[in-house]
């Protein structure tokens, strides 16, 4: 099954983002038009840049025609001053225009019946799952491919015009650039390479320095430039482009304008420059005419300066990574032109295993758009590597900063598509924001050599990095990174003891601040299954460290602890927060039904550790999730807080009462609609077996970003590309049953789903691919693709129905030496002699019936 977005361009709120992890973007609306430019390494939603578009220009033997490459502007137009000229909305466009949106790719169909020409824009930055450094490239490929549809030749070129934006401080009216410095164009070549060199005469030290670049690749003659437009102060510029463009379809170096301007006509420091790529289509002929568009602005203050730390002003920069690995934006648009076929077969490899599945679209949907938020602004990286984030971005400033590790928590998608960059936070929390006594800052600020935060710890936050340390472990099978935190996250987890346990009876009870940013009171089932899970990663961590007493200490809190907290807390039929007087405190919830009742469960089966609480009650709690906070409609509901679903839109709100109770003054976000909780409840009703259930909430979510009411590839809570959306890839998980553990060289499948074929993505730490199994009458076939690094396979875990066994396992069409053993919970774990698959292998494995012998 195919997914992905199909929208025409009258799809008023669709953007896609272009730009690698820890770049910043610049998006394509539905029209085909660059807007949100996002580069500067600060959120940017609404930044334009004038006259940044490109153009076709078309000649045959009747005609011609100059086409800004945009479908029209749909209505309203109301603006106090017309469109201003920087936007070009008065010369002529395309008639209409369609976009498919599979992230990683994008691609534009346009119509327009007056020219005898197809015209589509396909668009990528590269992403390469497992490899940060190739998918955190500060640049973009823009390829518009030109059919001639006519029966007589089409002489055609296709034009791209970029503003540069270096020194950028801020706007002025009419949305006109404020720069620092004296920015200038430049026309530069190297080997087959033409472009637009984009620069400043700041100094690079200057946090607003930096280059931008349009390269274009063609023959001798294929491509002319004009590197700087007209200077002049009112539309000289692009009066003087559009009239040469339209004349030919080719650019001259300097401008054929003349005269001399009024007394009060002052140039403007805006530098335009503009590329053309120009060839003659036989009939039926198609031409890419292909460009990439990159940036380069290494610096940044070397603080959050966002709105919960003071903002303390520096003069102290830090750089980004990827002024590491490129000295420009010309350095990295030419890597991307010199390493494009590599880099462009890979991502289209990751596209192809992601999109091309039996999951239902909304779940691939969900996957894909998400992984957006590890490249938005978001996120960044520093010189050093280390990977930091906010909680969102608004849309000019960060939101709630310091890589907050209760909202993470929910987080799936980096750590399965780049675990490199998740074991880095890892060593931030454990190294840098836990003391001696194992108090964990949720939020950190020492990383940039500032104060810690010094606010009560985070009960949610500091649990959860627990299991996220076992998961990046077990991801990454490194034993050294394992030896290294562990001292500190020993500590914290024995934190957990004597602060939010009054009464030594291993259920936590004391006051608890959580990712609601409040406190709860007394024994509830949030903290305490996630101190559950923690407990179980602590055993296992400590048991393989050589960490015995603390191992044993863990497993008898663990058991003792979910025995009690079982007693205490469960209602039955979902567990409730034990309380004796419910308004002594506010924002408490008592009976209600929390979506988050038992997430520290969630997290507990994605990294394949099994049950931590009692599997029926596990099972009765998340059924009743859905069937009390799950609302098909929202027209009835009563919300006082802030609204992200609303009318006739379906949606799962964070808490309900159905058995009444409800406080006076609850917690304070109990009544929003949050998408990240939607999909962690939504990956633990498949966990649990009810996979229509969870698929009907995926399906809600990914409903309302239709592109219409909200941008497919932005889902917000508290700012744009919230963090907490990436537990969208916790569904992948469930339903795939995949559990990769490179410390044992195991890797397990267990599909949810009763059919007879189904085929996702898997992400294994060292490798990637595809994963297939189909059954019939006769027994059932599997195979496990590799399409990008390798996989050390040494046992393979897989949902074998009884009755069945092994015929023959082969790696390549090589005859492996395999064992098939029954494990226990429906599994049968595959012993191979030490397979390695490697991009392109293929492991094939039968299993027949007894009748089929």
Not at 160 to 182: C, D, M
Not at 596 to 607: E, K, N, P, S, Y
Not at 747 to 776: C, I, K, N, V, Y
Request: aromatic share 12%; hydrophobic share 40%.
């Amino acid at each position: 099954m195919r997914s992905g977005r199909s929208l025409p361009g009258t799809a008023p709120v669709a953007a896609f983002p272009l730009g690698g992890v820890g770049t910043g973007n610049v998006s394509v609306d539905a029209r085909g038009n660059l807007r949100d430019w996002e580069i500067f390494n600060s959120p940017g939603k609404g930044n334009d840049l004038p006259y940044s578009f490109f153009a076709l220009h078309a000649s045959w033997e009747s005609g011609s025609a100059t086409r800004v490459l945009e479908a029209e502007r749909p209505a309203p137009h109301e603006s106090s001053h017309g469109y201003y000229p920087g936007d070009v909305v008065g010369l002529p466009r395309l008639a209409a225009s369609t976009m498919t949106g599979e992230y990683p790719l994008l691609g534009i169909s346009f119509e327009d019946e007056s020219l005898p020409l197809d015209v589509r824009l396909e668009a990528f930055t590269p992403l390469l799952p497992l490899d940060a450094a190739d998918s955190g490239i500060p640049a973009a490929v823009l390829r518009y491919v030109v059919r001639n549809t006519s029966n007589v030749p089409v002489e055609v070129s296709v034009a791209g015009s970029l503003a540069n934006a270096t020194g950028l401080k801020g706007y002025e009216l009419f949305f006109f650039p404020r720069q620092n410095g004296s920015p200038f164009n430049r026309l530069r070549q190297q080997d087959e390479l033409v472009g637009i060199d984009l620069r400043t005469d700041l100094p690079s030290d200057d946090l607003t320095y930096g280059s931008m670049a349009l390269l274009a690749r063609g023959n001798e003659g294929e491509v002319t430039a004009k590197p700087e437009w007209m200077h002049g102060y009112w539309w000289d510029g692009i009066q003087d482009f559009w009239d040469d463009f339209s004349a030919d379809g080719r650019l001259d170096l300097e401008s054929r304008a003349g005269g001399e301007a009024g007394p009060l006509t002052a140039p403007s420091t805006l530098r335009v420059g503009s590329i053309a790529i120009s060839t003659t289509l036989a009939p039926g002929a198609e031409h890419a005419f292909e460009f990439v568009l990159a940036w380069h602005f290494p610096n940044r203050p070397k603080a959050w300066n966002g709105h919960i730390f003071p903002i303390e002003p520096t003069d102290e920069i830090v750089r980004n990574f990827y002024a590491t690995r490129f000295e420009d934006a010309w350095a990295a648009g030419a890597y991307v032109f010199a390493e494009l076929e590599r880099l462009e077969s890979a991502t289209r490899r990751f596209h192809d295993a992601l999109h091309d599945t039996t999951l239902p679209a909304s779940v691939v949907d969900a996957l894909a758009a998400n992984i957006v938020v590890t490249r938005s602004t978001t996120c960044f990286r520093l010189e050093d590597g280390t990977f930091l984030g906010w909680e969102g971005s608004f849309d000019k400033r960060g939101s709630c900063e310091g890589t907050c590790t209760h909202v993470w928590n929910y987080a799936q998608t980096l750590a399965h598509l780049f675990p490199e960059l998740e074991r880095s936070m890892r060593r931030v929390e454990f190294l840098l924001e836990t003391d001696d006594d194992g108090r964990m800052s949720f939020r950190t600020n020492r990383v940039f050599d500032q104060a810690r935060w010094d606010v009560i710890p985070a009960v949610d936050g500091q649990l959860g990095t627990i299991v996220r340390l076992y998961r990046e472990w077990r991801i990454s099978g490194d034993d050294a990174f394992l030896r290294e935190l562990w001292p500190s996250a020993a500590r914290a987890l024995d934190f957990a003891f004597g602060y939010w346990d009054s009464d030594g009876d291993d259920v936590l009870d004391a006051q608890q601040h959580n990712t609601y940013d409040i406190e709860f009171h007394g024994p509830n089932s949030l903290a305490n299954s996630l101190f559950y899970a923690a407990l179980a990663a602590g055993e296992q961590m400590a048991a393989h460290v050589g960490d015995g007493e603390r191992a044993e200490r863990y497993r008898v809190a663990r058991e003792r602890g979910s025995r009690r907290m079982d007693e205490l807390l469960w209602g039955g039929e979902y567990y409730e927060q034990a309380l004796d007087d419910l308004d002594a405190y506010r924002y408490q919830y008592g009976s209600g039904c929390l979506s988050d009742q038992v997430f520290g469960q969630l997290l507990a089966h994605t990294v394949g550790l099994g049950y931590i609480l009692p599997e029926e009650h596990v099972r009765s709690a998340v059924g009743a999730i859905y069937r009390h906070n799950f609302r098909s409609e929202l027209t009835g509901h009563e919300n006082v807080q802030r609204t992200f679903a609303l009318g006739h839109e379906a949606g799962l709100v964070l808490c309900s009462w159905p058995k009444g109770g409800r406080p006076r003054l609850p917690f304070v976000y109990s009544q929003e609609i949050w998408t990240g909780i939607e999909y962690q409840v939504a990956a633990h009703l498949i966990y649990e077996g009810f996979v229509d259930e969870g698929l009907a909430l995926v399906a809600a979510v990914r409903g309302r970003h239709d592109g219409y009411n909200r941008n497919p590839w932005n889902e917000v809570e508290c700012g744009n590309h919230y963090v907490r959306s990436m537990a969208s890839w916790a569904v992948l998980l469930a339903a795939s049953g995949f559990v990769p553990d490179n410390v044992s060289g195991t890797l397990t499948f267990a599909p949810a789903f009763d059919s007879h074929e189904f085929r996702s993505f898997f992400a294994a730490g060292s490798g990637w691919g595809s994963f297939s199994q189909t059954r019939d009458d006769r027994g059932m076939r599997v195979e496990l693709r590799v399409d990008g690094g390798e996989v050390d396979l040494r046992r393979l875990r897989l949902d074998v129905p009884d009755g069945l066994h092994l015929a023959h396992a082969s790696l390549d069409g090589t005859t492996l030496n395999a064992a098939l053993d029954r494990v226990g919970q429906g599994l049968a774990e595959l012993a191979l002699d030490g397979a390695t698959l490697r991009e392109g292998s293929t492991l094939t494995c039968c299993f027949e019936s007894e009748r089929s012998r």
